[in-house]
């Protein structure tokens, strides 16, 4: 009877687990396999989560900005004339933006012409008495006459890559003037290059031989983005303006044959 008791006991773990032994694989619940499945899909639907929500972000960011920036700048020129309309009793939204469109645009003509060419004269004769505010009127200027399209003598005339600061690397500027530098021997031409190392307001001038400049096919407004933007709108695919133009030569020779 002692015997029989002994092997039909159960032992105490077996019988709170159902009389199931937990380190038999075979009599084991598939408890752990549903666990890591569950995991594994948790995982994979937060990775997805995470990237289109960083993907959102990516799409969404340029737009706020974009939009951020020029409702500013809606706000702020509109703010120049809408006060005028307030008074007159005119509270039509925008209405002090377009005003300021115009003024700017008959500033335009005005200036053009031989009489606002002189009274811009007398003014800036005055400007450039004023002790701290002629350095400010001097260098915004000068950025602007950059990018003006009446090209004259003080706007950047070229897009210029030179090698520096060592050999093998190449720096972006822009050509301002040509010099002559007398030797013994010959003269020598040199092209005076204004590299930008902060934006656009600071940088350095370099006189390099007109020979060792390569001039690129950028226009100077596509000079100004590539290096107000750090360099992100820099295209692909960079030919001196020779090699493009013996290209655009052989694309209607093409035709021809």
């Not at 210029?160 to 190449?170: D, K, L, M, S, T």
């Not at 040509?178 to 040199?190: A, H, P, S």
Request: proline share 6%; charged share 20%; glycine share 6%.
């Amino acid at each position: 009877m002692a015997e029989e008791k002994e092997s039909t006991s159960i032992p105490l773990s077996q019988a709170e687990n159902g009389g199931v032994d937990p380190e038999d694989p075979a009599k084991s619940p598939p408890s752990s396999s549903n666990s890591s499945t569950r995991k594994a899909c948790c995982f994979v639907l937060q990775s997805w989560v995470s990237k289109k929500f960083l993907t959102g972000c990516v799409v969404l960011f340029p737009v706020a900005v974009t939009f951020f920036i020029t409702w500013w700048f809606i706000q702020f020129v509109d703010g120049f004339f809408s006060p005028l309309y307030e008074r007159l009793g005119i509270g039509i939204f925008g209405l002090g933006f377009i005003t300021s469109l115009l003024f700017v645009f008959f500033v335009g003509v005005f200036v053009s012409s031989w009489m606002g060419a002189a009274v811009f004269s007398v003014g800036e004769w005055v400007i450039k008495r004023m002790p701290f505010v002629r350095h400010l009127y001097s260098a915004s200027k000068q950025i602007s006459a950059a990018i003006s399209p009446d090209q004259n003598t003080t706007a950047f005339k070229e897009v210029a890559i030179i090698r520096h600061p060592r050999v093998g690397e190449y720096a972006f500027g822009f050509i301002t003037s040509t010099v002559t530098l007398q030797r013994e021997t010959e003269d020598e031409e040199l092209c005076s290059v204004f590299v930008p190392t902060n934006h656009l307001y600071i940088g350095d001038i370099f006189l390099v031989n007109s020979k060792d400049i390569i001039r690129p096919n950028l226009s100077i407004r596509e000079g100004i983005e590539i290096i107000v933007s750090g360099g992100m709108t820099m295209p692909q695919v960079i030919s001196p303006q020779e090699r493009f133009a013996r290209q655009k030569e052989r694309i209607p020779l093409n035709r021809m044959m």
